[in-house]
């Protein structure tokens, strides 16, 4: 196990974690990831392997109870969720984390409630935010549970940009949204990677995650099965999910 | 008769706004805590008492010392807050609604009879805000006090709207009242939420028992049955809605004194009135089981 920092420099790095929800059942055995200025590691894996588990666990939602998450030389294990902006990480869960009874306009009021008494800033950055998605423009004053999926999506994604974070941890950015707005919303994270954030994607979306990753992670049953950058996967998709489905058969029936 | 009916009916708005008091705060520790707070109706009998203490004892005048007490309820909530309902927020705690009720039941008693120890078992009577009455209606009467009571609350449930509205703290409440993980992941701290929403909420009613004191006066005692209809009305309210429950609240206030009123009887109405709230409550949620003002989306977990 390594314990020295790896090569990269990276701005989260998770080792060994194992976790679970209720003690006796562990869900994750032992996974190491880690999130790269500049780059977009994808985390992919079959359904109910432990990818949005991960992301908890790294995010402070679920204690490990094993190994170890540090950003730098700061140690994050068992840092609260609501302390991790602070530490640069910003958290996009599989569901939309918007206040659906509250207007578009308080959502993203709140998005900047570690600076709220900087009041020209909020201000600031909310225009920014509505130049940068007219419709949350439009529609400020509409509770955001009104808002269709795609659009709750790029009011979360406003928000979260506020505190300016480092790290990006995004759980199925585009599950049952609609396409159009799908694309774009790989560009955001494209461009995100592009100013040198770093981000830990989630995908189910195999085509789509593979389109912009640049290191890609494929965990099965709580591990991680095989990893490596994403020209080593090529880009022979129908190969990479048999592989998992067979060896989950595999592994189901020995 | 007429005249008698509209009295009746203003009493009940009067009893309806501090109804409201009370029941809003319920409704807003229920909604961030996701408790019911059983010890409610004492800390508006605390809210009372302090009152009475800091005007007989410090020599406040009686309109400041309604929000001395209040600043006094504020305060002793959050003591009882970070006392002793710091455990429902450890994830040692399975059953946290167990908890909750066994903790605030306890305390509610515990209360009731620590007032009979310091404050004595017969009812006190605070100065009044302004002696004497209006006359309207034809001939009868209706006190300053009580004009005193409905204007005081409904200017605190307008501070407290505009609260919940159009500042931050307010902003971030109901953002953790929705969603605690989607709080957190914005830097919410939900435990500073949990403290300002008791303090908040224990401040409500004891601003109620404040206002209150000079009509009824103080008794240990003087909570069970506002209790009893902050339930109701929370219920009748759609569990969470601030705007429903203001709403049933004077509803319920005007209704239930109209109710007495009308009975042939008058001496028995407050024996009754209770049960008239009680038998409301079943008729709506019969009919509307999520309340009149019910939110079907709102997350309950
Ligand atoms: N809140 C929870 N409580 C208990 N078990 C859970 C919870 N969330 C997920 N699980 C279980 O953890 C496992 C991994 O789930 P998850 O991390 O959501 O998988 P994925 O995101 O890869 O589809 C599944 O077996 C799931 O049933
Ligand atoms: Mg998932």
Known sequence: MPDTLPAIESSLSARNLAAGYVSGIEILHGVSVDAVPGQIRCVLGPNGTGKSTLLKVLFGFLKPSTGEIRSGPTVLTGVAPHAMGRHGVAYLPQRPSIFPFLSVEVNLRLGAWSFRRRHADVKRKIERAYAQFPILGERRNQTAGTLSGGQQRQLEFARSLFPEPKVFLIDEPTASIEPRITAQIYELIRGLARDGKAILLVDQNIKGALGIADYVYVMRTGSLYTEGPRTEFGDDVELLVSQWLYTHHAAKTA | ?301
């Open chain 2, 1 to 301: 008769m007429l005249d008698y009916i509209l009295i009746q009916a203003a009493n009940g708005l009067v009893i309806g706004v501090m109804f409201a008091l009370i029941a809003t705060g319920l409704t807003i520790i229920f909604s961030i805590l996701k408790i019911v707070n059983f010890a409610h109706g004492e800390i508006y009998m605390m809210g009372g008492y302090f009152g009475y203490y800091v005007i007989t004892l410090l020599g406040v005048p009686p309109f400041p010392a309604v929000l001395v007490a209040m600043a006094i309820t504020f305060l002793f909530s959050i003591g009882l807050e970070r006392g002793l309902l710091t455990p429902l927020y450890s994830p040692r705690i399975e059953r946290k609604a167990d908890y909750g009720i066994l903790i605030t039941f306890g305390l509610s008693v515990f209360l009731r009879n620590i007032a009979i120890i310091l404050f004595g078992p017969f009812p006190l009577r605070p100065p009044s805000f302004i002696e004497g009455s209006l006359a309207v209606f034809g001939g009868l009467m209706i006190s300053y006090d009580r004009l005193v009571a409905a204007g005081g609350g409904l200017l605190l449930l307008v501070a407290l709207i505009w609260f919940l509205n159009r500042t931050v703290w307010g902003q971030a409440l109901n953002a953790v009242s929705q969603s605690r993980e989607s709080a957190s992941i914005v830097g919410i701290n939900s435990e500073r939420m949990y403290m300002l929403a008791f303090g908040v909420g224990g401040a409500l009613a004891g601003g109620a028992g404040a206002l209150i004191a000079p009509i009824y006066s103080l008794s240990p005692s003087m909570g069970l049955v506002p209790d009893t209809q902050a339930f109701v009305i929370v219920i009748l309210g759609g569990l969470g809605s601030v705007s429903g429950t203001i709403i049933a609240a004077l509803l319920l206030g005007i209704s239930q004194n109209l109710f007495i009123a009308l009975l042939p009887d008058p001496s028995r109405g407050p024996s009754y009135a209770n049960a008239f709230g009680l038998f409301i409550m079943m008729l709506v949620l019969l009919f509307r089981p999520t309340g009149i003002f019910g939110r079907h989306a709102v997350a309950m977990d």
